[in-house]
């Protein structure tokens, strides 16, 4: 995997921070995403002990920003072999009849056009190589509806189907894609959805959760399969978490 060049959205926190941290590892070069700028210098930093490191800061709603981006990225990083859309969070929790509607644009804006607009700045330079990997964050709310989760649910669902049509267009080029998609994990991911309410502390009381860590080395084992194998989709859960709605905790 050495050399590889990865892009990484969402690189700032939990799973993509993880992910970026397990790429160094392995020598892979990486180009790192996020809104919060202080946070992306600090950990190029700290990774470019282990690898070659490059950041962009931009959101990925903003259509023109994320290509400008992308389309300016030094030689040395300009061309990506895996894309990791990771960036996204849940926005609220609440049932359709009361929810906001800058939540339900924040959870499409971000979860879906974001995704989009990544991959489309990033595409182009996979097929005309034809080769690249692209790995979508979905989630088990991807596949699973459950109580008040309506549009964020909706936004994983999008992306699942998005996956699979990525999947599809991209055969004729050798392009492998997948989704990961993971069940509760420990990250800021709470405390976005419920707008750092206390709320967020107790999500993961009770139980041992999935770490951003566990996640990371999943998709690292995606990504470091030999050519002929491609990881199409994968469903995580911790141990306590049967599906979406039944959580095994001790009081
Ligand atoms: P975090 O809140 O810890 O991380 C979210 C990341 O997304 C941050 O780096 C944040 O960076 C970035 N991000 C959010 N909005 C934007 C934006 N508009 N533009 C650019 N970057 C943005 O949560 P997780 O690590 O848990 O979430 C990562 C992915 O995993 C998401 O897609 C989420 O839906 C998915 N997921 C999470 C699960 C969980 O239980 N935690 C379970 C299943 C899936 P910044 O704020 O600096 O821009
Ligand atoms: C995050 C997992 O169950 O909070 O995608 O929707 S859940």
């Known amino acids: 995997m050495t050399n590889k060049v990865a892009l990484i959205t969402g690189a700032t926190s939990g799973i993509g921070y993880a992910t970026a941290f397990e790429f160094a590892k392995h020598g892979i070069h990486l180009i790192l995403c996020g809104r919060r700028l202080e946070r992306l210098e600090t950990i190029q930093k700290d990774l470019s002990q282990l690898t070659d490191v490059h950041i962009i800061n931009f ?37 359709i009849n009361e929810g ?3 939540d339900w644009d924040a959870m499409m804006d971000i979860n879906v056009k974001g995704l989009l607009y990544v991959s489309k700045a990033v595409i182009p330079g996979m097929t005309k190589r034809k080769s690249g990997h692209i790995i979508n964050i979905g989630s088990s709310a991807g596949k699973e509806v459950y109580p008040k989760g309506n549009v964020y649910c909706g ?19 050798g392009i492998k894609v997948g989704a990961i998609n993971p069940g509760l994990v420990e990250t800021e991911f709470s405390k976005v959805r419920f707008k750092g309410d206390k709320i967020a502390d107790s999500v993961y009381r009770g139980f041992k959760a999935l770490q951003a860590e566990d996640v990371a ?23 306590a978490q049967a599906n979406s709605t039944i959580v095994k905790k001790e009081n």
């Open 59 to 95: 959101d990925v709603r903003d259509k023109e920003a994320t290509f400008k981006g992308i389309e300016s990225l030094p030689e040395k990083f300009n061309k990506i072999d895996i894309l990791i859309n990771n960036a996204g969070n849940a926005h609220g929790l609440d049932p």
């Open 100 to 102: 906001s509607i800058d």
């Open 155 to 173: 936004s994983k669902h999008a992306v699942l189907a998005i996956t699979e049509g990525m999947r599809i267009d991209l055969n004729p080029y």
């Open 217 to 239: 080395e999943v998709i690292y084992f995606a990504v470091s399969r030999p050519p002929h194998v491609n990881i199409a989709d994968v469903l995580m859960f911790c141990t």
